[in-house]
């Protein structure tokens, strides 16, 4: 016997995909996104209670301050067992030699009776006093099996420095140069006398003067003032022809320098009533 399906069933199965390689990794895919998202959010909303409390490891205790700076020596003076101690012998020490190739060197002490003597590592310097080391500023000596240190004695002041010698006296200056003759101011030249007001020229035509011209003179304000314009030709003064320049002067200064003259301006005759000071 054969079971069939209904129809509308048959249709939606027919329109699903068919499952293929590409299709089964990307399920595989979105099921590792979805775990880790699940693991996401039960970190964030799980308290640390049930997990533990969390304790840190134990911190190293550093030393103090100040023991780290008291076994701290610049210098290099300190040796193993500590502070070195400066001997309480009258000994001074005056000079080294600091031989590092071999380990051994030599220095200058002075003894208590003030006698210096070189002195190398492992000689004995006074009884039961060897000198067993030797620094670039200072002496290690061995006092009964104690080391004590001898240091160079820097307390002297320094000496003046030496005068410089002498040479010659430097040459002297030359004198200095006489300075240069002034030459005596320009003066201005003199102002010319000013000209006469109103400049008078004859004119001739034909060999005989017909009439005088007139211009300005000076800066032009008394040839204004006379009502003249540039050039005009007196030809009559007072009713009278002029035939020469002393003739319009004279005429003129009979007037006493009011007068009627006729001028001729572009070919026209004028009358003008013009007042003159000459």
Do not use: C
């Amino acid at each position: 016997m054969r079971l069939r399906s209904h129809p509308r069933a048959e249709r939606l199965l027919g329109r699903l995909p068919r499952p293929t390689v590409y299709s089964a990794l990307e399920l595989l895919l979105l099921a590792l996104v979805a775990v880790q998202a699940a693991r996401l959010f039960w970190t964030v909303v799980t308290p640390v209670g049930p997990v533990g409390d969390w304790k840190g490891t134990s911190a190293t205790a550093m030393p103090a301050a100040g023991a780290a700076l008291a076994e701290f020596d610049p210098f290099f003076r300190l040796s193993a067992a500590g502070p070195a101690v400066v001997t309480s012998l009258s000994l001074k020490l005056y000079g080294v030699r600091d031989d590092r190739a071999t380990g051994r060197g030599s220095a200058i002490i002075a003894l208590p009776d003030g006698t210096q003597q070189s002195y190398a590592v492992g000689d004995e310097i006074m009884p039961g006093v060897t000198l067993s080391q030797v620094g670039f500023d200072s002496v290690t000596i061995s006092r009964g099996g104690t080391p004590e240190q001898i240091f160079l004695d820097q307390s002297e002041p320094a000496g003046p420095a030496a005068a410089a010698e002498t040479g010659p006296p430097p040459p002297e200056p030359p004198p200095p140069a006489a300075p240069p003759p002034v030459a005596p101011p320009r003066l201005a030249p003199a102002p010319a006398a000013p000209g006469p007001p109103i400049q008078f020229q004859p004119r001739t035509i034909g060999g005989r003067v017909d009439g005088i011209a007139v211009s300005p003179g000076g800066d032009g304000r008394a040839f204004r003032a006379a009502g003249f314009a540039p050039g005009d030709v007196i030809v009559s003064v007072n009713g009278q022809r002029v035939t020469s320049t002393e003739q319009a002067r004279a005429l003129l200064r009979q007037s006493g320098g009011q007068a009627t003259v006729v001028v001729n301006r572009g070919g026209v005759a004028v009358p003008m009533r013009v007042r003159l000071n000459l």
